[in-house]
């Protein structure tokens, strides 16, 4: 069982920075693969970011790209998604996730932080 726990949510203004941090517990952090997800209402959840469990390779969202940047410190069991240049539409409940095997569903969720950028 992994538990994941979200923090650094708030409401900021357009072109300001938010850093997310995803602390887990419970199992090996450094096997799982780890991924960030977004949902704003009315929509269905996005994968924005994942990284591997080493940390040697991540994917972004088209919608991220050059924007956010998703990372982890392996020996905290903390992964990060550092937002920069945030834009309304990046308002949404984000959600940190976990999953064992690469090719596998996501299996462990955080409870989401909010984020809302205003115009």
């Known amino acids: 069982q992994v538990q994941l726990v979200e923090s650094g949510g708030g409401l900021v203004e357009a072109g300001d920075s938010l850093r997310l941090s995803c602390e887990a517990s419970?199992?090996?952090?450094?096997?799982?693969?780890m991924g960030w997800f977004r949902q704003a209402p009315g929509e269905e959840r996005q994968n924005v970011a994942r990284?591997?469990?080493?940390?040697?390779?991540?994917w972004h969202a088209d919608s991220v790209k050059g924007r956010f940047t998703i990372s982890r410190d392996n020996a905290k069991n903390t992964v990060y998604l550092q937002m920069n240049s945030l834009k309304p539409e990046d308002t949404a409940v984000y959600y940190c996730?976990?999953?064992?095997?690469?090719?596998?569903?996501?299996?462990?969720w955080g409870q989401g932080t909010q984020v809302t950028v205003s115009s």
């Open positions: 990284i591997t469990g080493s940390g040697d390779s991540s």
């Open positions: 419970g199992r090996p952090f450094s096997s799982s693969v």
């Open positions: 996730a976990a999953k064992t095997w690469s090719l596998g569903p996501w299996d462990y």
